[in-house]
């Protein structure tokens, strides 16, 4: 079975500067996919970023990156110059290539401060 | 526009007062999916289609029931709603294939009494 854990319920930044948020999973896949949605007041789910489990090479889209430690099965997000409207819920996910089905996290809402 | 639309956004119920909500996507996608997001849990499948005519049980399918008649169309009926099946409710749909973008509707907010 998938799991995924996000440990910290709640973080706060100020604009302007770096947070990480944690994620740790665990999977008996060989073939799966990491996943950061941001999920803004509006409630809307947006992608925010995917990382391919054979792929060494950390993704990065902009201000956002992972750092993936696949033998320590942790996928965190670092935000860079955090932003306004960097403020939602971040969930984390792993799907199975089998199935198809995402696995989310808890997550984690980031307030960013002015 | 590429979309996911629900229907309705926002329900008020009473329990057992049957209740379809209805998804629909216009990019020929064709794998569907249902999630519910509760607080402290995230969000958890509740169904999913690969495909019209075939549909599975994901992690909390008790309580609802799915059909997938057309590729675009993809409700999610609750027989009989209980209280335990307030929550928000998100269909989503995507090419088959992790390495494709999953498109997510905008969720529908349930309150059963």
């Known amino acids: 079975a998938q799991t995924v854990t996000q440990s910290q319920p709640e973080m706060s930044v100020q604009e302007a500067e770096t947070v990480t948020l944690s994620c740790t999973y665990d999977?008996?896949?060989?073939?799966?996919?990491l996943f950061w949605y941001k999920q803004p007041p509006s409630r809307q789910m947006i992608l925010v970023i995917r990382?391919?489990?054979?792929?060494?090479q950390n993704a990065t889209e902009n201000r956002f990156s992972v750092n993936f430690q696949k033998a320590a099965k942790s996928f965190s997000l670092k935000i860079s110059d955090s932003q306004l409207g960097d403020t939602a819920m971040y969930f984390c996910?792993?799907?199975?290539?089998?199935?198809?089905?995402?696995?989310f996290g808890q997550g984690t809402t980031l307030q960013v401060k002015p | 526009e590429a979309q996911v639309t629900q229907n309705p956004r926002y329900l008020i119920t009473v329990t057992g007062k049957k209740l379809t909500v209805t998804c629909s996507q216009n990019?020929?996608?064709?794998?569907m999916s249902w999630y519910r997001q509760d607080p402290g849990l995230g969000l958890r499948q509740i169904y999913y289609s690969m495909n019209v005519e075939v549909t599975d049980k994901g992690d909390v399918p008790e309580g609802y029931k799915v059909s997938r008649k057309e590729k675009r169309n993809f409700p999610l009926i609750l027989e009989s709603p209980s209280p335990n099946q307030t929550s928000l409710y998100f269909c989503a749909s995507r090419q088959y294939g992790l390495q494709e973008t999953q498109y997510f509707g905008p969720g529908t907010r349930l309150l059963v009494l």
């Open positions: 999977t008996s896949e060989n073939n799966y996919y």
């Open positions: 990019m020929n996608h064709e794998y």
């Open positions: 990382q391919e489990a054979y792929k060494q």
């Open positions: 996910a792993t799907g199975s290539s089998n199935t198809g089905k995402l696995i």
